[in-house]
């Protein structure tokens, strides 16, 4: 397979750091709002902060990829002698979990690492340091990925079915 250049941009997320202070997720939430900047919705955010009071944890996790299929199985997480739910620190847009999806429309949000900026605005407003962006080039194998457009369709197929979808669609085709 031809191989190409890939620039990877990663978030490393120092967990112990962080106090539950949310900022990110508003900041998160108020960038992808449309027109921008013009609500805050933490529902929105491509990144959550995952707490356990009773536990003292604190977690932000980075909305990932739209997975199509549930997990076979179930992880388990022993964080300092205490067990976390099995999906809690997952990155993943499935349809086990409404973390991650557009509240109204039900389309999978991922991570566009703030797209147009010079560094995630998520990172910039951490004023604990929990979050540490980095730029490195690696070579990869050239693939066919679907694109967002392709991935939200799946995903609204997966939870309604190709019948509803083509209804909806008809109906908004007669309205155009
Ligand atoms: S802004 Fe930083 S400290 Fe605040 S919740 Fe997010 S990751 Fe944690
Ligand atoms: S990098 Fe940008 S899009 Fe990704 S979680 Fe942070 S604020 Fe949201």
Same mark, same amino acid.
Do not use: W
């Given at each position: 397979?031809?191989?190409?250049?890939?620039? *990877? %941009?990663?978030?490393? $997320?120092?967990?112990?750091?962080?106090?539950?202070?949310?900022?990110?997720?508003?900041?998160?939430?108020?960038?992808?709002?449309?027109? %921008? =900047?013009?609500? *805050?919705?933490?529902?929105?955010?491509?990144?959550? *902060? $995952?707490?356990?009071?009773?536990?003292?944890?604190?977690?932000?996790?980075?909305?990932? /990829? =739209?997975?199509?299929?549930?997990?076979?199985?179930?992880?388990?997480?022993?964080? @300092?002698?205490? +067990?976390?739910?099995?999906?809690?620190?997952?990155?993943? $847009?499935?349809?086990?979990?409404?973390?991650? %999806?557009?509240?109204?429309?039900?389309?999978?949000?991922?991570?566009?690492?703030?797209?147009?900026?010079?560094?995630?605005?998520?990172?910039?407003?951490?004023?604990?340091?929990?979050?540490? =962006? +980095?730029?490195?080039? /690696?070579? *990869? /194998? &050239?693939?066919?990925?679907?694109?967002?457009? /392709?991935?939200?369709?799946? &995903?609204?197929?997966?939870?309604?079915?190709?019948?509803?979808? @083509?209804?909806?669609? &008809?109906?908004? @085709?007669? %309205? &155009?």
């Amino acid at each position: 397979m031809a191989k190409m250049k890939k620039k *990877v %941009k990663t978030i490393t $997320v120092n967990a112990d750091k962080c106090n539950g202070c949310r900022a990110c997720e508003i900041i998160c939430s108020s960038f992808h709002a449309t027109p %921008k =900047y013009s609500s *805050v919705n933490p529902a929105r955010s491509r990144i959550q *902060v $995952v707490s356990h009071r009773l536990k003292d944890i604190m977690f932000p996790v980075v909305a990932g /990829e =739209y997975a199509p299929a549930e997990c076979m199985g179930r992880d388990k997480y022993i964080i @300092a002698g205490k +067990e976390y739910d099995e999906c809690a620190f997952c990155r993943a $847009v499935c349809s086990t979990r409404d973390i991650f %999806k557009e509240p109204d429309t039900g389309l999978p949000l991922k991570c566009d690492m703030c797209e147009g900026e010079d560094e995630p605005l998520c990172v910039q407003v951490c004023l604990n340091d929990v979050l540490v =962006y +980095e730029e490195r080039e /690696e070579e *990869v /194998e &050239a693939e066919d990925k679907p694109d967002e457009l /392709e991935q939200s369709l799946q &995903a609204l197929l997966d939870d309604h079915g190709l019948e509803k979808l @083509a209804d909806i669609l &008809a109906r908004m @085709a007669e %309205k &155009a």
